[in-house]
């Protein structure tokens, strides 16, 4: 999800059947109040020589950006580029561009995530780059976000398939500056992964395993106004994608405070419709702040997309 001129957009794929089949497609819809939502609009329609998915969103100048994942037929081992669309109303688009390295080459990965913006204007993200998917922290100075990207100094534990252990990061900042990114975990460790940086995303620490549970899924993380760490996610310990649940930090160390967003259990019914990876539960959580409130929007069974949305005065305890 995104702000742009006092909406809130939301971004997602969709598809007939199967996730990730040739059919995907990839829709939006808005809000004005992040309780009731326009009809979804598609913003990237299906391809014949590739499969689209949703990217993010990003705003500069009276600009709304939206991100694109593009996956090829002909690339393998299975991987991507990004594409990018422009628009100033947020219904008529621009025709695609690239966006690009500092070098001037074209981003060679996918990005899953949203981006972060930190103090002096720099933005992160990670890209998961070819061959195959690759995660590797990506910053730039650009406020547009379609140039001047850099990749941090940073080595995966491991490579499986041409699959790095760490996938699907999100990032926050610690309250001493540090920024941290944490990883779904590929090898099923059913716990978060974390690296930090502590030069504004240039270098980055080993990725090692925190204690905090998680159910090998995407998560997402960010900052609250007032500094506080969060993390969204589904701290099962094992592949079940329920509780839905955010967790706060104080210093971005110890979260020592947990809130449940959906509770899960025999209250959630399952699938309606089989499919290619479907289950029971929440998934793919995208978390943002907006007029004093925290949204996290996600997949319910991976058939409908939800919003919860949470004032920002229910998240403070003594």
Same mark, same amino acid.
């Given at each position: 999800?995104?702000?742009?001129?006092?909406?809130?957009?939301?971004?997602?794929?969709?598809?007939?059947?199967?996730?990730?089949?040739?059919?995907?497609?990839?829709?939006?819809?808005?809000?004005?109040?992040?309780?009731?939502?326009?009809?979804?609009?598609?913003?990237?329609?299906?391809?014949?020589?590739?499969?689209?998915?949703?990217?993010?969103?990003?705003?500069?100048?009276?600009?709304?950006?939206?991100?694109?994942?593009?996956?090829?037929?002909?690339?393998?081992?299975?991987?991507?580029?990004?594409?990018?669309?422009?628009?100033?109303?947020?219904?008529?688009?621009?025709?695609?561009?690239?966006?690009?390295?500092?070098?001037?080459?074209?981003?060679?990965?996918?990005?899953?995530?949203?981006?972060?913006?930190?103090?002096?204007?720099?933005?992160?993200?990670?890209?998961?780059?070819?061959?195959?998917?690759?995660?590797?922290?990506?910053?730039?100075?650009?406020?547009?976000?379609?140039?001047?990207?850099?990749?941090?100094?940073?080595?995966?534990?491991?490579?499986?398939?041409?699959?790095?252990?760490?996938?699907?990061?999100?990032?926050?900042?610690?309250? *001493? /500056?540090?920024?941290?990114? $944490?990883?779904?975990?590929?090898? !099923?460790?059913? @716990?978060?992964?974390?690296? %930090? =940086?502590?030069?504004?995303?240039?270098?980055?620490?080993?990725?090692?395993?925190?204690?905090?549970?998680?159910?090998?899924?995407?998560?997402?993380?960010?900052?609250?106004? *007032? /500094?506080?760490?969060?993390? $969204?996610?589904?701290?099962?310990? !094992?592949?079940? @994608?329920?509780?839905?649940? %955010? =967790?706060?930090?104080?210093?971005?160390?110890?979260?020592?405070?947990?809130?449940?967003?959906?509770?899960?259990?025999?209250?959630?019914?399952?699938?309606?419709?089989?499919?290619?990876?479907?289950?029971?539960?929440?998934?793919?959580?995208?978390?943002?702040?907006?007029?004093?409130?925290?949204? %996290?929007?996600?997949?319910?069974?991976?058939?409908?997309?939800?919003?919860?949305?949470?004032?920002?005065?229910?998240?403070?305890?003594?």
């Amino acid at each position: 999800m995104f702000s742009f001129k006092d909406k809130l957009y939301a971004q997602w794929q969709s598809s007939v059947r199967d996730e990730d089949a040739a059919d995907t497609r990839v829709l939006y819809a808005t809000s004005k109040d992040g309780l009731i939502w326009s009809a979804p609009q598609v913003l990237a329609p299906a391809r014949d020589d590739a499969v689209v998915t949703s990217g993010g969103w990003w705003v500069h100048a009276g600009k709304l950006y939206a991100f694109i994942n593009v996956w090829p037929q002909t690339v393998q081992p299975r991987g991507g580029h990004v594409e990018v669309l422009a628009s100033q109303d947020g219904n008529e688009w621009s025709v695609p561009r690239v966006p690009r390295f500092a070098s001037g080459e074209p981003l060679d990965g996918v990005i899953e995530q949203d981006f972060h913006q930190y103090g002096d204007g720099r933005i992160l993200t990670a890209l998961h780059r070819q061959p195959g998917l690759l995660t590797t922290p990506l910053y730039t100075d650009d406020p547009t976000g379609l140039g001047g990207w850099r990749t941090g100094n940073f080595k995966n534990l491991s490579v499986k398939k041409h699959v790095s252990r760490e996938i699907e990061p999100s990032n926050f900042q610690r309250k *001493d /500056g540090a920024l941290v990114m $944490v990883f779904r975990d590929q090898q !099923s460790s059913f @716990r978060v992964l974390a690296s %930090v =940086s502590e030069d504004k995303g240039k270098n980055w620490t080993r990725p090692q395993a925190t204690n905090m549970p998680d159910s090998r899924a995407k998560q997402s993380a960010g900052n609250l106004p *007032d /500094g506080t760490a969060y993390l $969204v996610n589904n701290p099962s310990g !094992s592949k079940t @994608r329920e509780p839905l649940v %955010v =967790s706060l930090s104080r210093d971005g160390k110890l979260f020592d405070r947990a809130f449940l967003l959906r509770a899960g259990g025999p209250q959630v019914e399952g699938p309606r419709y089989a499919g290619l990876y479907k289950r029971k539960g929440f998934s793919y959580p995208k978390s943002y702040v907006w007029k004093d409130c925290l949204y %996290v929007a996600y997949a319910e069974n991976k058939e409908d997309i939800r919003v919860t949305r949470v004032p920002l005065t229910s998240l403070v305890t003594d």
